[in-house]
């Protein structure tokens, strides 16, 4: 639900938004009524009407964009996010072929919306009250005109707040009201995900207690999801999430280190380094460290010669109501001539194991996996480059395997059902391979010609290398999908 409009957004904005003036300085909104239930709802069908080929809020959105346009209605109408069996109403109804705009004309004309919204406000006060509720802030001058008018011209109110809504999510970064709206939606999406989850409503005043406490910081987000927990009849838990990871290097013979966060270095975002709000830091002698809340977990380090050693640190955080998943994995391979990568749509890749969930992973033109769809990339174990009994930079033949995760935080999380060690040995250029099960709750791992497998429904996940001499070992994990809350101890 984190999908962006398309095209056609871009061209609806380019035709329905001024200057970026239209957005700038805002005041919260005390609480309101809640949205009318939906057996309280119209049910007949509406007119259609003529519409001009530039009605750019299609009757042929996806059932993701229509999603995304009845939580930015309820965020305008209610300031909350939807609970599931309104939601699943309205979607009935846009699968039924009303359009966005209609649904939210018929939203704003129930009795508890305009409670809200009464019929009595004038344009201007309309359009003011969209501002603070929906952005937290005053409208310029420009802004209330425009929209005035546009209502004035013959615009229904619940059409021109959701575009309101859309416009606002569309302006530039750092405009004022921008952050806030983005937040309010980032939650509303989580909480709509965690009801669809589990089969259950959080009741209106819930949903519209933690909604509030939503604002421009991002960390905000976050203790509204944490809150959220509570109302979603959850069993005591201890689950993790993962929220950010750090790049760190040091060398032993100069002793200098070096850090960078996707804060301290943004470059680094474009290999695959993520912060959710503000947790990952770099201390003043150059050692990751995590903070608000979370631990610092380091997951993999890489040799890259004699004295010098990369390392990926991810930050984890305790959560009531999730923990994390493994959705996809990735081989790649750094060579003196480039790189190598493969994702499971490569036979050979899928044949040894490695997995997609559903277009998760991706390899770069330049051979850098990478996670998509909001999957975070993280380095499962340590990446090896020892050849013989000494390490081999790779300016002199050496190479560097890594076996990656996408990962996404999730009330399904990953959970190890089987453990399997394997060893390669190279003797003159041949490797002779070895495997053994060392535990298996119920007939989930194998060795298949000394190549470690997992079956019946797990998914084959290395969690880590190490090497002595010519000798390389691993330990490999088989995973199933689980609604059980553990700590992912495969990390440590």
């Given at each position: 639900?984190k999908?962006?409009?398309t095209?056609?957004?871009?061209?609806?904005?380019?035709?329905?938004?001024?200057s970026?003036?239209?957005?700038?300085?805002f005041?919260?909104?005390s609480?309101?009524?809640?949205?009318?239930?939906?057996?309280?709802?119209?049910?007949?069908?509406?007119?259609s009407?003529?519409?001009?080929?530039?009605?750019l809020?299609?009757?042929?959105?996806?059932?993701?964009?229509?999603?995304e346009?009845?939580?930015q209605?309820?965020?305008?109408?209610v300031?909350?996010?939807?609970e599931?069996s309104?939601?699943?109403?309205?979607?009935?109804?846009?699968?039924?072929?009303?359009?966005?705009?209609?649904?939210?004309?018929?939203?704003?004309?129930?009795?508890?919306?305009?409670?809200?919204?009464?019929?009595?406000?004038?344009?201007?006060?309309?359009?003011?009250?969209?501002y603070?509720?929906?952005?937290?802030?005053?409208p310029?001058?420009?802004?209330?005109?425009?929209?005035?008018?546009?209502?004035?011209?013959?615009?229904?109110?619940?059409?021109l707040?959701?575009?309101?809504?859309?416009?606002?999510?569309?302006?530039?970064?750092?405009?004022?009201?921008?952050?806030?709206?983005?937040?309010?939606?980032?939650?509303?999406?989580?909480?709509?995900?965690?009801?669809?989850?589990?089969?259950?409503?959080?009741?209106?005043?819930?949903?519209?207690?933690?909604?509030?406490m939503?604002?421009?910081n991002?960390?905000?987000?976050?203790?509204?999801?944490?809150?959220?927990?509570?109302?979603?009849n959850?069993?005591?838990?201890?689950?993790e999430?993962?929220?950010?990871?750090?790049?760190?290097d040091?060398d032993?013979?100069?002793?200098?280190?070096?850090?960078?966060?996707?804060?301290?270095?943004?470059?680094?975002?474009n290999?695959?380094?993520?912060?959710?709000?503000?947790?990952?830091?770099?201390?003043?002698?150059?050692?990751?460290?995590?903070?608000?809340?979370?631990t610092?977990?380091r997951?993999?380090?890489t040799?890259?010669?004699s004295?010098?050693?990369?390392?990926?640190?991810?930050?984890?955080?305790d959560?009531?109501?999730q923990?994390?998943?493994?959705v996809?994995?990735?081989?790649?391979?750094?060579?003196?001539?480039?790189n190598?990568?493969?994702?499971?749509?490569?036979?050979?890749?899928?044949?040894?194991?490695?997995?997609d969930?559903?277009?998760?992973?991706?390899?770069t033109?330049?051979?850098?996996?990478?996670?998509?769809?909001?999957a975070?990339k993280?380095?499962l174990?340590?990446?090896?480059?020892?050849?013989?009994?000494?390490?081999?930079?790779i300016?002199q033949?050496?190479?560097?395997?890594?076996?990656?995760?996408?990962?996404?935080?999730?009330?399904?999380?990953?959970?190890?059902?089987?453990?399997?060690?394997s060893?390669?040995?190279?003797?003159?250029g041949?490797?002779t391979?070895?495997?053994s099960v060392?535990y298996?709750?119920?007939?989930?791992a194998?060795?298949?010609?000394?190549?470690?497998?997992c079956?019946?429904?797990?998914y084959?996940?290395?969690t880590?290398?190490?090497?002595s001499?010519?000798?390389?070992?691993?330990?490999?994990?088989?995973?199933?999908?689980?609604?059980?809350?553990?700590?992912?101890?495969?990390?440590?």
């Amino acid at each position: 639900m984190k999908v962006r409009s398309t095209k056609m957004l871009l061209q609806f904005f380019v035709l329905v938004i001024p200057s970026m003036a239209l957005l700038s300085s805002f005041q919260n909104c005390s609480g309101f009524s809640e949205l009318s239930s939906p057996s309280e709802t119209p049910t007949s069908e509406m007119s259609s009407g003529n519409e001009s080929s530039s009605n750019l809020i299609s009757r042929n959105f996806s059932e993701i964009e229509m999603t995304e346009s009845i939580i930015q209605i309820y965020v305008a109408a209610v300031q909350r996010p939807p609970e599931l069996s309104g939601f699943n109403y309205w979607l009935k109804e846009a699968q039924s072929r009303k359009s966005s705009h209609e649904i939210a004309s018929i939203i704003f004309s129930l009795d508890g919306v305009k409670a809200i919204y009464p019929a009595t406000m004038s344009s201007s006060d309309f359009v003011t009250a969209i501002y603070h509720n929906v952005f937290s802030r005053d409208p310029d001058d420009e802004g209330l005109n425009y929209w005035v008018k546009s209502l004035e011209s013959g615009r229904d109110r619940g059409r021109l707040a959701l575009e309101m809504v859309m416009a606002g999510l569309h302006t530039a970064d750092g405009t004022p009201g921008k952050s806030i709206i983005v937040n309010r939606m980032d939650f509303s999406r989580y909480a709509l995900e965690q009801q669809q989850s589990r089969g259950n409503d959080v009741s209106p005043d819930n949903l519209k207690a933690v909604f509030a406490m939503v604002n421009e910081n991002r960390l905000s987000v976050e203790q509204a999801k944490s809150s959220l927990a509570s109302f979603l009849n959850l069993p005591a838990t201890n689950g993790e999430i993962i929220v950010a990871s750090i790049y760190s290097d040091e060398d032993s013979s100069t002793n200098v280190k070096t850090c960078q966060t996707i804060h301290s270095n943004p470059s680094i975002k474009n290999v695959g380094y993520f912060d959710d709000a503000d947790y990952s830091s770099c201390s003043s002698n150059g050692n990751p460290e995590c903070i608000n809340g979370s631990t610092a977990i380091r997951i993999a380090e890489t040799p890259v010669n004699s004295t010098k050693t990369k390392h990926q640190t991810v930050c984890v955080k305790d959560d009531p109501s999730q923990g994390f998943r493994i959705v996809a994995t990735i081989y790649s391979k750094q060579t003196s001539s480039g790189n190598e990568c493969l994702t499971s749509e490569n036979s050979n890749a899928l044949k040894v194991g490695y997995f997609d969930k559903g277009g998760y992973s991706q390899c770069t033109s330049e051979g850098i996996p990478m996670c998509l769809k909001g999957a975070k990339k993280v380095v499962l174990s340590n990446s090896l480059q020892i050849i013989g009994d000494s390490v081999v930079p790779i300016s002199q033949g050496g190479s560097i395997k890594y076996f990656t995760g996408c990962i996404i935080n999730d009330y399904i999380k990953s959970k190890i059902v089987a453990n399997i060690s394997s060893q390669t040995i190279y003797v003159n250029g041949k490797a002779t391979d070895s495997c053994s099960v060392t535990y298996d709750s119920g007939s989930y791992a194998t060795c298949d010609n000394n190549i470690p497998l997992c079956k019946n429904g797990a998914y084959k996940v290395v969690t880590n290398q190490t090497a002595s001499g010519n000798t390389y070992y691993y330990k490999t994990a088989c995973m199933i999908d689980s609604k059980e809350y553990q700590k992912a101890s495969f990390l440590r």
